[in-house]
């Protein structure tokens, strides 16, 4: 199966059915092809409305796929509307008329999505700034970058379109200095090293990712380890690159999955009592987009976190 490199919603999305997926209901396929939190219930009123064509002829949701069927999906545009703003309490580290930085706590969801428009940063954001640039559109206003729901720690936030165009081209050039605390499973060997590998999707699960040369794209992460507990250890990763999941899914490959990863770990330790990974956005640094100043801004471990790792150290 391919997918297009078109990534945002508003874009048309395209697949060709391989021999895994046929038999495959077409709105539970698309459903979980998404990388967006876009319900199965949104799927099924995009096909009745008309968004879907299969091999150029319009379908049911219920078709079932064929090997080498042709799926074009036109996400329609996000609807003219006003996203509530929500009283949701922030950790503002920084703030300006250009930039917001905030400590994201875990279980926060970034933004807004088909079917799921309330209780994320984005609701809580319109409450507190009022002004955040429009360049990704109405679903995600500010939204330069983001990290995973269950991951903690800083994350920025464009207030103009000025700004965001500044910090996007950032990232782009992996100029941003991204530094993230993990806990993961095993003692790894090495004090230091990189994990160079491609990224793409899950042939198996098309939820997840995994390292793949077919489909994919390059992801780099640095590793630095900070302390051992036999069983555990706990690591300062630093991101080239920024794909989705990149992290959970290189520490995968290398044999050290987070701990208390869902999607990507081993079964729940009896040690690991957080939700979700032990994954945190501990240092962000990025240039002002107009006062050209260098920032950097830190983020303390979640208390979470803490007690795992005070829980590890006196086992």
Known sequence: MSVSDQEQLEQTMEWIIGTEERGERVDKFITESLDEDVSRTQVQQWIKEGHLTVNGALIKANYKLAEGDKLLLNVPEPEEMNLEAEAIPLDVIYEDSDVIVVNKPRGLVV?????????????????????????????RP??????????????????????????????????????????????????????????????????????????SKHAVTHFVVLERFGDFTLMELKLETGRTHQIRVHMKFIGHPLAGDPAYGPARSQHVTI?????????????????????????????????????????
């Open 275 to 315: 939700e979700g990974q032990a994954l945190h956005a501990a240092v962000l640094g990025f240039v002002h987009p107009r006062t050209g100043e260098h920032l950097q801004f830190e983020a303390e471990l979640p208390e979470d976190m803490q007690h795992l790792l005070h829980v590890l150290k006196n086992r």
């Open 111 to 139: 933004h807004p999505a088909p079917g799921h428009y309330s209780g994320t940063l984005v609701n809580a954001l319109l409450y507190h700034c009022k002004d955040l640039s429009g360049i990704n559109g109405v679903m």
């Open 142 to 215: 500010g939204i330069v970058h983001r990290i995973d729901k269950d991951t903690s720690g800083l994350l920025m936030a464009a207030k103009n379109d000025l700004a965001h165009v500044s910090l996007a081209a950032q990232l782009k050039e992996h100029s941003v200095n991204r530094k993230y605390l993990a806990v993961v499973h095993g003692n790894v060997a090495h004090d230091h090293g990189t994990i160079d590998a491609p990224i793409g999707r899950d042939p198996h699960d098309r939820k997840l990712y995994t390292v793949t040369e077919k489909n």
